[in-house]
């Protein structure tokens, strides 16, 4: 198998992942860790489940690779995930020692792959992280977009029934007296 059709197997893999952290009310990105073409790692964003702000897909993946191998460092291995790596997660991939990290969509708050900055491959650290953006970059912004697009609607429902339900609250008072 040529490595692009590799690569969108293994961003389509991130996608399913991202998936379960869409049902469970996540912000929906999937990260996989591949070593010589198998999964070692897998994670989807866990923050509200797991009341852990480090607990992104990322940094899931990492760990459970770490697991995987017995060891921190995760020399020549492929890191592939949904969206563009935010400055957290963009460390982790450099202490980690990661050969190489594929994303779908760019971050433009806080990409730390190229978009907003660069820390995979600043010169100040002792590790530099190759890099790929825009693999399957379409279908994984459309699952992005999807799922804020339907938060904010629901948020919107959400305001429409609270002003409906104070209107409601405000005909059952008592009438006033008229002078």
């Given at each position: 198998m040529i490595q692009d059709e590799l690569d969108k197997q293994f961003m389509q893999h991130a996608?399913?992942?991202a998936g379960r952290a869409e049902?469970?009310?996540e912000v929906p990105v999937g990260a996989v860790v591949v070593l010589?073409?198998?999964v070692i790692g897998e994670g989807w964003n866990r923050l509200i489940?797991?009341?852990d702000a480090t607990a992104h897909a990322e940094m899931m993946a990492l760990r459970q690779a770490g697991l995987v191998l017995q060891n921190y460092r995760l020399l020549d291995?492929?890191?592939?995930?949904?969206?563009?790596?935010?400055p957290m997660c963009a460390?982790?991939?450099v202490h980690s020692r990661i050969g190489k990290v594929i994303y779908g969509a760019p971050d433009y708050k806080t990409g730390a792959a190229g978009s907003v900055m660069n820390l995979l491959s600043y010169e100040g650290v002792n590790h530099h992280v190759a890099y790929q953006g825009g693999v399957m970059e379409e279908e994984c912004r459309a699952q992005l977009q999807a799922?804020?697009?339907?938060?904010r609607a629901e948020k919107k429902a959400e305001r429409d029934a609270r002003k409906v339900s104070q209107l409601d609250d405000s005909d059952t008072s008592e009438p006033k007296a008229k002078n």
């Open positions: 996608m399913v992942l049902a469970n009310g010589n073409g198998e489940g797991q009341h291995a492929v890191l592939y995930v949904t969206l563009e790596p935010c460390s982790a991939m799922f804020f697009r339907r938060r």
